[in-house]
């Protein structure tokens, strides 16, 4: 069993530099943001290539980027599959939602829910995404910082207050167009430490390549495909229809994606943005799959190298610390540290955008001044990254909320995908027949989760299948007033 060893000037300095970078970029870009389509949009102007790596580091948080690995090393490969699932998934999310978004010129996805279904349908969809993202939001920041706690010296607390400090300092400022350049640096340090760690690796097992699949194969990582499905198992068919399903959600529908896209100068952009994240998604899902096979054969050769105790999470930290060299240890920790503030830059930004452009403009019965909003969307913010950080501080005393956060995710997000869906399919589609849907799929999701005690890859899609069937054939039954019919897919020449 290892010491934790310590962290070091070197790789402490790196860090301190990386965050450096990160404050001035927030400066440079907070003189650029004079309106809210500048402040929440970019201006509409970003270039394509960087909106598509920003889609990738956005939703793709530190906790997957350790967790990874880690269902490799501790299950199996099928995480594989998702890559291959989000390009299949990009001509459906291409076709069926950007031209709306789009032509509509919206600044968040549900105010087609509000044109779609009227203005009860809009304020409940975001007031999900709200409450969905804010209970996200602490977790992403405290999940990498307790791994890197436990296998280094980096205090936890110190860890969390450094990431959302400068992650809102640096949003709070320079809005949209700080996020996507920051983000577009994140991602170069997360790859180039996913490479570094992969050749280390193949360097450290002993034959290479050949010996990390020998092991892989040997302890049965490979054997996932196959077309028998179990509830209680992690398979590549399960994992291929969670993937499918989840990328329609994360890319159609949540609005920390589709801000994204619509910062694009024109739908070309979005289209082409769209493509080059999912194979984006595709390397780096692969190269993270392979780096878990990787970390089993080195510890089945070396089994004297790791200590008692390391979860599948704190696998890929305490590689870095214990087996690679100070410096470069010191980049990867910053990868992962930017992996996570990318996550929450993100969800601060959506979440602010949503708040100002679906509660409180619809809701105000006077004009005010674009200024005046930006001044306000920073406040709220600030407010939201100072919450975020509360919660990550002292989520130790409140767990349950966490782990009912997670379950909210899965409860809800299946029938906000299937509310977007219906009115894009349906021209008698309603919001009461949705609400008859969600109130079927609710209880039933949690049973699926808590009663049945089902794996998690199933959860998602088990809640968007009970809400769309249901809701699709109540709106079918129960009538009522009917969106226009240039709104839904059959109709959209008329936009």
Not at 109 to 120: A, K, T
Not at 409 to 417: A, D
Request: charged share 10%.
């Amino acid at each position: 069993m290892q010491d934790t060893p310590s962290f070091g000037t070197l790789n402490y300095s790196i860090c301190i530099i990386y965050l450096g970078v990160m404050f001035g970029v927030g400066i440079y870009f907070s003189k650029k943001q004079k309106t809210t389509e500048d402040y929440f949009l970019a201006g509409r102007q970003m270039p394509w290539f960087i909106v598509a790596i920003s889609l990738f580091v956005s939703l793709s948080s530190a906790a997957s980027y350790m967790a990874i690995p880690g269902i490799a090393y501790m299950e199996n490969i099928s995480y594989i599959i998702v890559g291959v699932m989000y390009i299949a998934a990009a001509p459906f999310l291409i076709i069926l939602f950007y031209p709306f978004y789009r032509k509509l010129n919206v600044t968040t996805s549900y105010e087609y829910i509000g044109l779609r279904y009227g203005r009860h349908g809009r304020f409940t969809v975001s007031g999900l995404f709200i409450l969905l993202r804010l209970s996200w939001l602490g977790i992403v920041i405290y999940s990498p910082a307790l791994a890197l706690s436990v296998v280094t010296d980096i205090n936890l607390y110190l860890a969390i207050i450094l990431m959302g400090l400068l992650a809102t300092t640096y949003t709070v400022l320079g809005g949209l167009a700080a996020v996507l350049w920051t983000d577009a640096l994140q991602f170069v340090i997360l790859l180039g430490g996913a490479i570094w760690i992969g050749v280390s690796l193949l360097l450290n097992v002993p034959e290479g390549w050949s010996g990390i699949i020998e092991v892989a194969r040997d302890s049965g990582k490979l054997d996932i495909f196959s077309l028998k499905m179990n509830l209680f198992e992690l398979s590549a068919l399960a994992m291929a229809i969670h993937a499918f399903i989840a990328a329609m959600q994360d890319y159609g529908t949540d609005q920390i994606t589709v801000q994204r896209l619509l910062a694009t100068k024109n739908f070309r952009g979005m289209v082409k943005a769209t493509w080059i994240n999912s194979f984006i998604t595709l390397l780096m899902v692969t190269l993270l799959t392979l780096i878990g096979l990787g970390m089993l054969a080195y510890f089945q050769h070396n089994p004297e190298q790791i200590s008692a105790g390391i979860t599948r999470d704190k696998l890929l930290p305490y590689y870095i610390i214990h087996q690679l060299p100070n410096g470069v240890s010191g980049l990867l920790v910053t990868a992962i540290l930017a992996a996570a503030m990318s996550s929450m830059d993100s969800g601060i930004n959506s979440v602010s955008t949503v708040i100002i452009n679906d509660f409180i403009k619809p809701l105000r019965t006077r004009e005010v001044e674009d200024s005046k909003d930006v001044k306000l969307a920073r406040m709220l913010t600030f407010a939201l990254g100072a919450l975020a950080v509360t919660a990550a501080c002292f989520v130790t005393t409140i767990g349950h909320i966490f782990k009912a956060a997670g379950m909210l995710g899965s409860v809800f997000g299946g029938p906000i995908l299937s509310l977007f869906l219906i009115g894009i399919l349906m021209p008698r589609a309603t919001f009461r027949g949705w609400i008859v849907g969600i109130f079927v799929s609710t209880p039933l999701t949690v049973w699926f989760i808590y009663g049945l005690k089902a794996h998690f890859i199933y959860y998602f899609p088990f809640s968007f299948g009970v809400s769309f069937i249901v809701s699709a054939i109540a709106s079918l039954l129960l009538g009522g007033p009917k969106g226009p019919k240039e709104l839904t897919l059959w109709g959209r020449s008329g936009l």
